[in-house]
């Protein structure tokens, strides 16, 4: 049945001559994988730009539940936020925040409060100027809200210093477009990072390695 939704790119992997499949999150039906015919080559149909992590999409799509690759009619922008592709340190941040979505959003799991949080928080860093390397960790903590995991004791950060439990602390008061306002030093901000990562996998069965901290950390060095 023909259907339309809202969605947000994650990630999306070469299929065949010309195609591609793409992993979205939808508004209505959650994380989804679509087969998408046309897109490689000089005669594709669909622009691959459109399939860059985090675009917000208006899709057409053939959804049939249960079926593991979806099929796409259409697909155009709702909202094309160019600075996340053209700003060096924000499309970095993409690939990080990409990496931590595909890892934790959970097929099928439709959830709209989660999907208007994911499209405000991408249109925040699209907008911002000026804390663009903090706007990661506070986006981290308010993400835990929506998996189940918010910290709400201090005694959830007893493996790290007393320092950055103050700091995480604070950081659990802060909005995403407030990250401007946040003083950190290099170290601190790693640090902080690290602490956040080792509370992901704790508290999330399989999360595993992120690929793109490497890049990540000798771009915000």
């Known amino acids: 049945m023909l259907q339309k939704t809202r969605a947000i790119t994650l990630r999306a992997v070469k299929y065949g001559e010309s195609g591609i499949i793409a992993h979205l999150y939808t508004e209505n039906f959650g994380r989804q994988s679509f087969l ?5 080559g000089k005669n594709g149909i669909i622009n691959s730009y459109l399939l860059q992590p985090l675009i917000l999409l208006d899709v ?30 924000k499309s970095t941040i993409t690939l990080f925040l990409c990496e931590i979505l595909s890892k934790t959003l959970r097929e099928g799991e439709s959830n709209k409060e989660l999907f208007n949080f994911l499209i405000n ?11 663009i390397e903090n ?22 950060f007893d493996y790290c210093s007393t320092k950055s439990k103050i ?23 790693q640090e902080l990072l ?8 704790t508290h999330l069965s399989g999360f595993g390695q992120i690929q793109s901290m490497k890049i990540f950390r000798e771009l915000f060095h």
């Open 36 to 40: 998408i015919h046309g897109v490689r």
């Open 60 to 89: 057409d799509i053939y959804y049939k539940e249960g079926r593991d690759l979806q099929r796409i009619k259409e697909l155009k922008p709702f909202i094309s936020p160019q600075n996340l592709r053209f700003d060096i340190r």
């Open 121 to 131: 928080s991408i249109q925040v860093l699209n907008m911002i100027e000026r804390g």
């Open 135 to 156: 706007f990661h960790l506070i986006f981290l903590l308010q993400f835990t809200k929506f998996l189940g995991i918010y910290p709400m004791e201090n005694e959830d």
């Open 167 to 189: 700091s995480l602390q604070k950081l659990l008061d802060y909005s995403l477009s407030d990250s401007s306002l946040l003083i950190l030093d290099h170290d601190e901000r």
């Open 194 to 201: 690290d602490i956040i990562i080792i509370y992901y996998g």
